[in-house]
């Protein structure tokens, strides 16, 4: 349906990149793996001209999550295999792909910083960009006098208290 997401309050969205290199092997690491896999959808989403909030690797990497800390809370639940399945196995994967050392038992959880930012909003600096996407998912920052398709979109890009945003990922759990 055209212009259905325009018709959303709002989008929260974990995508691109701005500034730090990608991670999606497809692009040759031009572009963020969730945009690159179909740069043609990220495009449309942020023409759509619906209010979008991205949350970029540039800030998603910025934080880490102690392991021992998530698996501990994790298992006071019914679903504890499956945490304990999920957070072992993106480790490992991360550990594979040249993303974390083995010995710093930190994870990066790039997805939930959209659910933290519509918990609580005001833990993170966002800024608007005109922005838009090539084929290749790779996002480019464009001018405003350049921006034929008139979206805006605000990027964040750090968080401001990185002990909340950690309390609310542990509240997950709850």
Known sequence: MPGILRRTA???????????????PKTNFLSEYNFGM?????????RSGAKLTLFPLDVTTTFRFDIATLLNRSSRT???DFYKDC???????????GESDPEDRR??????????????????TVEDMHLDVEDNGKVID?????????N???????????????????????
Do not use: R, S, W
């Open 38 to 46: 179909d740069g043609k959808a990220a495009k449309c989403v942020l």
């Open 78 to 80: 019914k679903q504890k």
């Open 142 to 150: 464009i001018k405003e006098e350049d921006n034929v398709h008139k």
């Open 107 to 124: 994870l990066t959880i790039h997805d939930v910083h959209c659910y933290t930012y519509y918990m609580n909003p005001e833990l993170y």
């Open 10 to 24: 709002q989008i929260i969205i974990m995508g691109g990149t701005i500034y730090e290199p990608g991670n999606c």
């Open 87 to 97: 957070i072992e196995g993106t480790f490992k994967a991360m550990v594979d792909h």
């Open 152 to 174: 805006l979109t605000k990027v964040a890009f750090t968080g401001t208290d990185v002990q909340q945003i950690d309390a609310l990922v542990l509240k997950m759990f709850d």
